[in-house]
């Protein structure tokens, strides 16, 4: 019998909720992704979405590079 094993889902998001959970503005989001300055989406359907967890990531990348500036 096989062990049980936890499933891993990948949440998607739509570029309103990348928007929100990062607050920044949908055209300042295009405008980082043409700069390479922020995770490009997948097109699934024709629809832009991103993986949760690489927004996660790149939220997190932005305290990572503040640590040791001024309070």
Avoid at 15 to 21: D, G, N, T, Y
Avoid at 37 to 64: L, M, N, T, Y
């Amino acid at each position: 019998m096989k062990g049980t094993q936890m499933e891993k889902f990948v949440q998607l998001l739509r570029i309103a909720e990348v928007s929100k959970k990062t607050t920044l503005a949908k055209s300042t989001i295009w405008l980082k992704i043409a700069r390479n300055e922020f995770v490009a989406p997948a097109r699934i359907g024709g629809i832009c979405v991103w993986k949760e967890s690489d927004i996660d990531d790149w939220i997190e990348s932005h305290f990572q590079s503040d640590k040791g500036a001024a309070a």
